[in-house]
């Protein structure tokens, strides 16, 4: 009987401090989430009030002479940038801008034939330093395209290898580390959405023009209110 009492004893004290255990977890996973919470409001925030018509002026003059040209658009990055340069890609083609996926490391190993001199790429990396990248930026340079560089690293290796860079930066992340693309790529998608507002403004996209482009979904019908030769700059 005493060793089922120890027994019975010895477990409760585990509980205990597995309760315990779980409570103080419960307590930094809360913290590290108000943390990030705070974090990403005070990046987004302070980003947003860089957005203006200077920001991004460069990068539509050198988008509207290719396009005026017949070049297209391509959007490449490594990493959680390459992520991003996917959705970018696909925003701008929906929004006015055909625009192409160039996958950041395969650009070196053949992908690059899918550009042709004139063409205007979109590179992205938060360090503007990635080693992988340089190399794809180079090759894109040698096929006589522009470069677009969209990166949180003022001074850095693509800021100054771009015929213009926008620089997104964050103080910091926002994660339990602080090392994880986090508040970095919420502004990375706010200056690839506000290229896409600004160039689908430009152009008069209609809501029949988008349907076009998007016809699956709610987002491929006419909303009751509409008639579809609504202009984006309405």
């Known amino acids: 009987r005493s060793t089922r009492v120890r027994s019975s004893a010895a477990s409760d004290v585990y509980k205990r401090q597995v309760w315990l255990e779980d409570k103080m977890t419960e307590k930094n996973e809360l913290k590290n989430l108000e943390f990030f919470k705070e974090t990403a409001v005070e990046n987004v925030a302070n980003f947003a009030d860089k957005l203006t018509f200077e920001y991004f002026d460069k990068a539509i003059s050198i988008i509207d002479e290719a396009m005026a040209a017949g070049n297209r658009v391509h959007v490449t990055g490594i990493g959680k940038p390459g992520h991003v340069a996917s959705y970018a890609a696909s925003l701008l083609s929906s929004t006015g801008t ?111 023009d988008y349907i076009k482009r998007h016809p699956g979904g709610k987002l491929g019908q006419l909303r009751k209110d509409e008639t579809g030769d609504e202009p984006a700059n309405a």
């Not at 034939?113 to 938060?126: E, K, R």
């Not at 949180?152 to 693309?181: F, H, Q, T, Y």
Request: hydrophobic share 35%; net charge negative.
């Open 98 to 208: 055909p625009s192409t996926f160039l996958h950041g490391t395969e650009a070196v190993h053949g992908s690059c034939g899918q550009l042709v001199a004139g063409d205007v790429v979109i590179c992205i990396s938060n360090s503007g330093e990635t080693e992988e990248l340089k190399c794809t930026v180079e090759a894109i340079k040698n096929y006589g395209c522009k470069v677009i560089g969209l990166s949180g690293g003022e001074g850095s290796w693509l800021d100054r290898n771009s015929d213009v860079c926008l620089i997104a930066k964050v103080k910091e992340e926002g994660g339990p580390l602080n090392r994880a693309p986090m508040s970095s790529v919420l502004v990375e998608c706010m200056a690839i959405q506000g290229l896409a507002v600004m160039l689908e403004t430009q152009c008069g996209l209609t809501v029949k």
